[in-house]
């Protein structure tokens, strides 16, 4: 059973930057690693949306919707068993509840943060 924990959202203008954070617990390190880690995001009305994921193993392949590429950035630190979403350039329509999934044949989901882009 792995625990996710999500941190960083809140409040920022547009054109500014927020970096989220996805703790896990309950697995070993080198189970961690060959978990694919993923950032979802949820706005109400809409589906929701895989904004990024990076593979597990040693690929480790990463992956953008479209609507993100350039602007976002994951990246993932095994050893402190770790995943960080790095957001630039935010605009209204990257405000949403920001979950974080592990998976791994089973796929194990954090709370969500919340992100919101206004003046």
């Known amino acids: 059973q792995v625990q996710l924990v999500e941190s960083g959202g809140g409040l920022v203008q547009p054109g500014g930057s927020l970096r989220l954070s996805c703790a896990a617990s309950?697995?070993?390190?080198?189970?961690?690693?060959?978990?694919?880690m993923n950032w979802y995001r949820r706005v109400p009305g809409k589906e929701r949306e895989l904004v990024a994921s990076i593979g597990g193993g040693s690929a480790g392949i990463i992956q953008y919707a479209d609507s993100v590429k350039d602007r976002f950035a994951i990246s993932r630190d095994n050893d402190k068993r770790t995943v960080s979403l790095q957001m630039n350039a935010l605009n209204h329509e990257d405000t949403g509840m920001y979950y974080c999934s592990a998976k791994w044949g089973i796929e194990y989901w954090g709370q969500g943060t919340q992100v919101t882009v206004s003046t």
């Open positions: 309950g697995s070993s390190i080198s189970t961690f690693a060959m978990y694919s």
